[in-house]
């Protein structure tokens, strides 16, 4: 097994002969003869071991029996004590989910401020069998079927290509002592179970079943790269990108072979898993959202628009004053200038807006549009909706989003940077001008 490893090593982890690495121990025999493999080969290693405090004296044995091991190996050694049952009811965990993620939060701490470059766990085939299993019975996508990685960013798992019974004939044939959890043969868990109860059964009706198993998760990689290229070519050939938005057409998602699988696979990233209510979105009307922890999907007449949740500003009371003579930033950037209305040319430019000065009420005022807005827009003689002049200009989502309104006391002046109101236009009769000017 030593060759074996040693020559997985050299062909696929050249990494781990460059770099110092860091190695969870527990105490247990898959653990021990990781150690003792790299060790063996001469790798840089350090040891890093969690007392859960989970098996009473056991857990204190397993630490005793780590640091000894450590120390006759005269190697680096990190050991940590978690309460593991006061955070798992501090946040509302497992068990099994509150130490994983204590001591996957304890590890990154050790990789950066003792500057190893990976981590190095015993995960092994038979775990990765037992995933799959796991994965299978609760139901999963392509992703669930292919077991444990090998690598993933900062961690590396040498042990995956050797079963069990291999790392356990390896540890009797070299004299190795290691530490026996006696959790392990409870079938509570339903690892355990698939352990105890599911594979003997593969094992029994297949002998081959390990060499099987390995060549069938070979293909489902192929598959998934497969998957992987094919989403990538369409994604650059279907959606749009507008700064840090992205844009899916609806049309053009309507026209490829399996437009769902595309989208949930595109979304997925980005933290989105209600499917049924993003398949319900794309018949919605325009306007209607589906929020995930950082991003937002919005219905913007024949697209759903992808954008960071903190980018979109939402409805507000608030007020933002502007004073003549003065320029302000925030939230759009605003200038005001007087002019004397014989020395102006006007123009029509929609950025900026040419005012009668005497029939404003300062300050003015710089919003959001509310429920039941209304102005008269430029040119014509009756009154006019925010709503309905947005729904007439067959505005964007994006652009609605970006509506600011400028307001003399409780009066509409300007959208800003789209139409004026007719009653504060310059007329042959008006005396004082103030240009406000808006800088995109």
């Not at 043969?185 to 390995?214: C, G, M, S, W």
Request: glycine share 4%; hydrophobic share 35%; charged share 30%.
């Amino acid at each position: 097994m030593e060759n074996k490893f040693k020559k997985h090593i050299e062909s696929n982890f050249t990494e781990l002969t460059q770099y110092p690495l860091l190695i969870a121990v527990s105490g247990g025999v898959d653990s021990v003869v990781l150690l003792h493999l790299c060790h063996r080969i001469g790798l840089h290693v350090a040891v890093a071991h969690c007392n859960f405090n989970l098996r009473a004296e056991d857990s204190n044995l397993d630490q005793q029996f780590v640091t000894e091991l450590s120390a006759k190996l005269k190697l680096p050694f990190f050991v940590k004590e978690f309460d593991t049952q006061r955070y798992a009811v501090e946040n509302k965990v497992s068990i099994q989910v509150a130490a994983r993620e204590q001591r996957y939060q304890w590890f990154e701490e050790i990789l950066k401020l003792e500057s190893y470059s990976y981590l190095l766990t015993a995960h092994h085939l038979d775990d990765s069998m037992e995933t799959f299993f796991i994965n299978f019975s609760r139901g999963t996508g392509l992703e669930g079927l292919l077991g444990i990685p090998e690598k993933t960013t900062y961690i590396r798992r040498p042990l995956l290509v050797f079963t069990r019974e291999e790392i356990e004939q390896y540890a009797q044939a070299n004299q190795i002592v290691w530490r026996e959890d006696y959790t392990n043969a409870q079938t509570k868990y339903l690892r355990n179970k698939i352990r105890k109860n599911i594979l003997p059964v593969f094992k029994e009706i297949n002998p081959q079943i390990d060499q099987t198993f390995q060549q069938t998760i070979g293909f489902l990689k192929e598959a998934h790269q497969m998957r992987e290229d094919a989403s990538r070519m369409m994604f650059e050939k279907v959606v749009l990108k507008q700064g840090d938005d992205l844009l899916f057409p609806l049309k053009e998602l309507s026209e490829l072979s399996l437009p769902k699988a595309y989208l949930y696979k595109w979304l997925e990233p980005y933290g989105f898993k209600a499917w049924n209510d993003i398949a319900e979105l794309e018949k919605a009307e325009t306007g209607k959202k589906i929020l995930a922890e950082h991003y937002c999907l919005i219905k913007d007449r024949g697209y759903l628009l992808l954008r960071l949740k903190s980018k979109i500003v939402e409805e507000s009371e608030d007020t933002v004053y502007l004073q003549e003579n003065q320029t302000i930033t925030q939230p759009i950037h605003l200038t005001t200038t007087n002019y004397d209305r014989n020395k102006i040319e006007l123009t029509t430019d929609p950025l900026c807006a040419y005012l009668d000065r005497d029939k404003l009420q300062f300050p003015l005022l710089i919003r959001k549009p509310k429920k039941g807005d209304y102005f008269v827009p430029f040119g014509m003689k009756g009154t006019k909706r925010i709503s309905k002049y947005v729904k007439d200009e067959k505005m964007t989502q994006i652009e609605k989003e970006n509506i600011w309104l400028l307001c003399s006391g409780d009066t509409i002046v300007w959208i800003i940077g789209n139409r004026m109101d007719e009653r504060f236009k310059v007329r042959n009769t008006t005396t004082n001008v103030l240009k406000i000017k808006l800088t995109v």
